[in-house]
């Protein structure tokens, strides 16, 4: 499965996933630029408005992007990783930072994926989210008494199961109004989530880098 792996301009909590020189494509955007110079990592596309940074004069792969768009930066990346047949996305320095807002709609553009037939991981501060849409999630225990949580997406998420967990959940209804999914904890070496119709947002805690 072709990989994409995106970075951001939100806060960089360290890199788990390191992506590979040949197969996996890599976008900077815009800022996100910032944390592959870190990293010593050479994105094959540096997109964005540049309202964050101003872009390297020498960069062979640029692509500007209006400033008045309907696509955050990320989103515009997350398009062009589709194009390039890339069906996992692991996008670093979508959380965080002053913008609550880019952290909101990076969780709406982890559906966006999954209704384009991809599936996308956005890393936060040892934690790390996901979407599920009508179907079944089993996330491995990383953690002792490791976090999970689960949030609608949507107007309602019908049929959700959770197993392996403190709480287990069976059919149960989660609405967006009442975050009953949050915090609960793995206690199984694998936790089961599942939703028979509905959006879940689907997050769970990882151990510390070292």
Same mark, same amino acid.
């Given at each position: ?5 995106i970075f951001a301009?939100g ?7 390191r992506p590979?020189?040949?197969g ?8 996100g ?5 870190a990293?010593?990592?050479v994105?094959n596309l540096?997109?964005?408005?540049f309202?964050?940074m ?5 960069f062979?792969r ?5 400033v ?5 930066d990320?989103?515009?990346?997350l398009r062009i ?9 692991h996008?670093y ?6 913008r609550?807002?880019h952290t909101?709609?990076?969780?709406q553009?982890l ?9 996308g991981?956005l890393?936060d #501060?040892?934690? *790390?989210?996901?979407v599920i ?8 225990r990383? !953690?002792?008494w /490791?976090? +999970?949580?689960?949030f609608?997406?949507?107007?309602r998420?019908?049929g959700v ?15 967006? #109004?009442?975050? *009953?999914?949050?915090?609960?904890h793995i206690?199984?070496s694998?936790?089961?989530?599942? !939703?028979?119709k /509905?959006v +879940?947002a689907?997050g769970?805690?990882?151990?510390p880098?070292?």
């Amino acid at each position: 499965m072709k990989r994409c792996f995106i970075f951001a301009a939100g806060t960089f909590y360290g890199l788990r996933k390191r992506p590979e020189s040949t197969g996996d494509f890599i976008i900077a955007a815009d800022a996100g630029y910032r944390i592959c110079q870190a990293q010593r990592i050479v994105p094959n596309l540096l997109l964005g408005d540049f309202d964050s940074m101003t872009p390297p004069a020498d960069f062979p792969r640029l692509r500007r992007l209006p400033v008045e768009k309907d696509d955050t930066d990320t989103l515009a990346a997350l398009r062009i990783g589709l194009e390039q047949g890339c069906m996992e996305f692991h996008v670093y320095g979508g959380t965080g930072g002053k913008r609550l807002d880019h952290t909101l709609a990076n969780l709406q553009s982890l559906l966006f994926l999954r209704r384009h037939g991809a599936r996308g991981y956005l890393y936060d #501060d040892d934690f *790390l989210w996901t979407v599920i849409e009508d179907e079944t999630l089993e996330v491995s225990r990383q !953690v002792e008494w /490791g976090l +999970l949580s689960a949030f609608c997406l949507g107007d309602r998420a019908e049929g959700v199961d959770e197993s392996g967990v403190q709480y287990p959940l069976k059919n149960a209804c989660l609405m967006p #109004d009442f975050p *009953l999914g949050v915090s609960n904890h793995i206690i199984e070496s694998a936790a089961r989530i599942s !939703v028979q119709k /509905g959006v +879940l947002a689907v997050g769970w805690e990882l151990p510390p880098i070292p």
